[in-house]
């Protein structure tokens, strides 16, 4: 059985959704302690970059303008298991702020404060808004759905702004805002929705189904060989991002 880590307990905030989306799919969840070593990273088969609070600015060497709940802790934890997974070829999937980290870690800057926030924070209930989104042709989104639109929910107030090292945007908001990125040689993927909040129980009828992606996740990619002939080898990799 395939074995996925994912960073913080089930207890946390909203990460039982996390540990329920995977475990769905028939893989094994390993919780990555942000108090904890990165040792057993590189016994996973997938590594899960939940969502959360905001990364530090100074990350992408910016001053403070509008980042909201930083935790320096959280943001070195995250790091270090992204390193270990570059050095172990560990496929990492990041969701949200997971997926901001992914941008950050490999040279990226986030908007700190999008303008039109209303279309993309959630609700004065808690509740995430909806909007559509365009896929890009040839990316894994467009392998997953099959389609070059869906409706995706939303509940940030960040975004991805100038793309780091070697990723490439996969999807877009209707008002231009990137939507999921991935790596061009490793099997790296990011979200900026929340797809654990679009199946299982928490399945809506104004969005796309979220678990076509941890299915995709946990059987194509988890634990695969998708690392081998990305175009530079382990060590090249390591010296480059590490």
């Keep these: ?14 990460n039982g959704n996390y540990y329920d989306a995977v475990e769905s799919c028939g893989a094994q969840t390993q919780v990555l302690d942000l108090y904890g070593g990165t040792e057993s990273v590189r016994e996973l088969d997938g590594i899960i970059l939940p969502g959360g609070t905001d990364v530090n600015p100074a990350l992408y060497h910016e001053g403070n303008t509008d980042s909201r709940e930083l935790n320096k802790r959280l943001d ?17 999937l990041g969701i949200c702020r997971g997926h901001q980290i992914i941008n950050v870690f490999f040279g990226g800057s986030l908007i700190q ?3 039109h926030c209303e279309t993309h924070d959630y609700h004065k209930d808690r509740t995430d808004n909806v909007h559509g989104s365009r896929i890009e042709p040839g990316t894994f989104l467009h392998e997953i759905f ?30 231009g805002l990137i939507e999921a990125i ?35 996740f946990v059987d194509r990619v988890a634990g695969s060989s998708l690392w081998e002939g990305f175009g530079q080898s382990k060590k090249d990799l390591i010296e480059y991002y590490i």
């Design 76 to 92: 070195w934890f995250e790091l270090a298991v992204l390193s270990e997974a570059v050095k172990y070829r560990i496929p990492v």
């Design 113 to 115: 404060n999008v303008d």
């Design 182 to 216: 991935w790596h061009e040689r490793l099997p790296v993927f990011g979200v900026q929705w929340h797809p654990e909040r679009m199946c299982l129980k928490n399945a809506r009828s104004d969005t796309a189904d979220g678990l076509t992606v941890f299915r995709f």
């Design 146 to 175: 099959g389609t070059d639109r869906i409706s995706i929910n939303s509940a940030h107030h960040q975004a991805v702004h100038r793309l780091g090292e070697g990723l490439a945007a996969a999807q877009y908001s209707d008002d």
């Design 1 to 14: 059985m395939k074995k996925i880590g994912i960073v913080g307990k089930r207890s946390d905030f909203h």
